[in-house]
């Protein structure tokens, strides 16, 4: 991974993981998780120990707020009814990360095409995506059902380049997670790691391979070439 000043790249879009990275979703969804715990009899969990696990989607946040394995008789019945509670609580209280919007402007004024790669399920991910104004704004939304294969697997990413129409290797990724970064190496991207979002427990998020890390969203503009000409110089 790079270290010190970042050298931008030439991309012509970028790509954002959705849960942890464009979107601050860890409140609602740590609700969701504590009213399920109170139909089930057991006290709330502390939001600061929920949040860190947000992006090991509805199975790691029942595994952890219950004790269970996925192998448990009752932890698809759990796993479901908390998304059906989340579904109903949505946007609640999720919003675009502060300083995002910014970001989001500057690249649709400099024609750098921006969209959603998430594992999150399609009926979760556009109503999302819609109630906070940004489904017209994204060249492409892709859901972990979009695709037959979820994140690490690329075919998520290579379906978003084709949605936005640029190729992988004018792309960059941002993901908050391992998996969004061995996605994003293995579709030929730049990969900055989000570690304002969900980084967890990872000790070690330095080791995952990502091209560079970024601590605000307001520090991503600064791996992007924002001179037309400069970043038209390579071949499409």
């Not at 402007?105 to 998430?118: F, K, N, Q, S, Y």
């Amino acid at each position: 991974m790079e270290s010190g000043a970042p050298t931008p790249w030439a991309v012509r879009a970028v790509l954002f993981d959705l849960d942890g990275t464009l979107l601050d979703t860890a409140p609602d969804m740590a609700h969701a998780l504590n009213l399920l715990r109170a139909e089930q009899g057991r006290a709330p969990l502390p939001y600061e120990d929920i949040r860190p696990r947000v992006s090991d989607g509805s199975a790691g946040l029942i595994g952890y707020a219950f004790d269970l394995a996925p192998q448990a008789p009752e932890f698809e019945a759990l796993r479901r009814r908390f998304l059906d509670l989340y579904r109903t609580h949505l946007v609640r209280e999720t919003r675009v990360f502060p300083g995002m919007e910014p970001v989001l402007a500057r690249l649709e004024a400099a024609d750098i095409r921006w969209g959603v790669v998430t594992n999150k399920p399609a009926w979760l991910t556009d109503p999302l995506v819609r109630a906070l104004g940004l489904w017209e704004r994204a060249a492409c939304v892709v859901s972990g059902d979009t695709t037959a294969n979820r994140k690490p697997h690329p075919e998520p990413l290579y379906h978003a380049c084709r949605l936005a129409g640029r190729p992988p290797h004018r792309c960059l990724y941002v993901g908050d997670a391992r998996r969004d970064i061995e996605a994003g190496r293995c579709a030929g991207m730049k990969t900055l790691i989000a570690l304002f979002g969900y980084v967890g427990a990872d000790p070690a998020p330095e080791s995952w391979g990502a091209d560079g890390m970024v601590r605000r969203p307001g520090e991503l503009p600064d791996w992007i070439v924002w001179d037309r000409a400069g970043a038209d110089a390579e071949p499409a």
